[in-house]
């Protein structure tokens, strides 16, 4: 990438405020802040190109169906960031999403986890390959696990999904009647999530550390935990880490801060007005804050706004020509493990970075001309996904207060996959 990087000044925000069944009313009447697509001040592409997709979608998934209230998209390009924003902040409500709405991330959090795993590493905190037992006082696998073969879990395979371990552990302390119950799994949880429901240590590893691509909300956990220890050791020599894992503090003092993210933080027990209501499932119990904010946080604990995220994809595409922050984002985007593109050639772990998918270009795939990177986020009633395209300086993101029962919202097939290739880059726009 070029010098010249997208400006964080807004350059035009469209408000698209919709519920579905005044936008084809067959005749005209006055429009409430939940049933208009208005542009802002200046006509923006993106606004003319996916507008009518966005309306359409909220009218087929909101109302009486109930999946969601709000969506909100920002696209980021050399020339500026335009930003859609779309909906209501809760399902009934009148309140209009802005662009400093905050939204629940889920697993978006960890491309936040890994920056700061890079910016330890950069200051000499901890390296990628430090084994996770240096930092982590639980009981863990042995290398001697006929199941490790010999290996033990670092912190890269932690950040690459290669650690072999499960999505999650089987003492959580959250489910569908306790939505919420995430704030009350502990460091005590966590130091014990290899011994409570498995039958050894051992038992908890799918395939040897290294070997193999695995998702894991708890590698994520365990990642977070970890480097919040240790960069509290770092600034705090001689006391005792806190009890609940200052992850939130450490996020801010090595990621949000420095790249002047103000809204993107641990989500807090009593939400501001301003948040987007999750939109619960009916199977779930009410509210369904995802309230991801003790020893699991790294996994899933943040929210942000589409103003925030539009800068953070401006930040990574800004890594390789300098900015806050670059160093440490250039690595989290180097190939480091295997990753979802990759399930069908094990022997190239060329297609995951630190938390990012790394998707070649190619048909079926984010974009048929660039290698993108991605990560995706979902909660009990929320959802989250992220695209940028180095090569092409682009990038996307889209937030939505989505219900986990939505359909085909995320992946390759999902509504939002579709607003990509709408607007998505047919050339470089690197200047």
């Known amino acids: 990438m070029s010098a010249t990087s997208p400006s964080r000044a807004v350059a035009a925000m469209v408000s698209c405020l919709v519920v579905a069944a005044a936008l084809f009313a067959p005749t005209a009447r006055a429009a409430g802040p ?49 930003i859609v924003n779309c909906g209501v902040t809760t399902r009934g409500g009148t309140a209009a999403v802005d662009s400093a709405t905050r939204y629940e ?38 290398a001697g696990c006929p199941s490790a073969h010999g290996a033990e879990i670092t912190l890269r395979m932690l950040a690459t999904h290669d650690a072999g371990l499960p999505r ?13 119950g995430r704030a009350g799994y502990t460091r005590a949880d966590l130091d014990a999530s290899f011994v409570r429901g498995f ?32 960069y509290f050791r770092s600034t705090h020599p001689g006391q005792a880490v806190p009890n609940v894992p200052a992850y939130g503090d450490m996020i801010q003092q090595l990621v949000t801060g420095p790249l002047r993210l103000p809204s993107t933080a641990l989500e807090l027990d009593g939400q501001p007005a301003t948040t987007s209501q999750p939109s619960c499932p009916d199977d779930v119990a009410t509210p369904c804050f995802w309230n991801n904010t003790n020893a699991y946080a790294g996994g899933g604990g943040l929210v942000s706004t589409i103003a925030d995220m539009a800068a953070f994809v401006e ?9 806050p922050l670059a160093p440490g984002l250039a690595l989290t985007r180097q190939p480091a493990g295997y990753g979802p593109a990759c399930l069908h050639a094990p022997s190239s772990p060329t297609c995951q970075g630190l938390a990012w998918a790394i998707w070649p270009p190619g048909p079926q795939r984010p974009s048929p001309a660039f290698r993108t990177w991605e990560k995706d986020g979902g909660t009990w009633g929320s959802a989250s996904n992220t695209w940028f395209m180095p090569d092409a300086c682009w990038g996307m993101t889209v937030l939505t207060n989505s219900s986990s029962s939505t359909p085909v919202l995320l992946g390759p097939a999902g509504f939002v996959s579709e607003l990509l290739r709408s607007v998505g880059p047919s050339r470089s726009l690197c200047r």
């Open 34 to 82: 939940a049933q208009a697509c208005r542009p802002g001040a200046a006509s923006t592409d993106v606004f003319s190109r996916v507008g009518e997709q966005l309306a359409d979608y909220l009218n087929a998934h909101n109302g009486s169906n109930g999946w969601l209230s709000a969506i909100a998209v920002a696209v980021v390009t050399p020339t500026g960031t335009q």
């Open 168 to 180: 999650d552990p089987k003492n959580a302390t959250w489910g569908l009647r306790n939505p919420m």
């Open 199 to 230: 039958a050894s240590p051992c038992a908890a590893l799918q395939t040897p550390p290294g070997t193999a691509y695995s998702y894991s909300n708890w590698g994520f956990a365990l990642l977070g935990t970890a480097l919040t220890d240790a």
């Open 315 to 323: 930040a990574n595409l800004s890594a390789s020509a300098g900015g």
């Open 105 to 142: 991330l889920g697993s978006e959090t960890k491309v936040f986890t890994a920056t700061a795993l890079a910016q330890l590493v950069e200051r000499h905190v901890v390296a990628l390959d430090d084994p996770l037992s240096r930092y982590f006082t639980g009981t863990l696998p042995a």
